[in-house]
């Protein structure tokens, strides 16, 4: 099942980026390939640094967008889950620079980086 998942995602990958006109590995210049492993490494990096601002993060969107007393008891959690989400994958995409995945060096997580609205 999960392999079915990863291979579906893997075809919508290569879909979307076919569709946009985003360079692939087979069209794209050496210097395009060296910016986006650059980018990807940068990120990576960045959200292996920052992940844990996840945590208030969180908990101020959380108040702010459901109420005080969803914030408090709400916020936290979901901060823990998107601290480690943003670590783990800052902490794959930094080792796995090198890799062309997903699509052309596109981020793993949703926004790219910690600090942008989500």
Known sequence: MMVLAFTLCLLGTEQRALALGAPTLDDASPQEVVDGMSNKLARGVANLATGWLEFPKQIYYTCKDEGFVKGLTVG???????????????????????????????PLFDPPYVWQNE
């Open 76 to 106: 936290p959690i979901k901060g823990v889950g998107m601290t480690l989400g943003r670590t783990v994958f800052g902490a794959g995409e930094a080792i796995t620079f090198f890799v062309a995945f997903p699509g052309f060096y596109d």
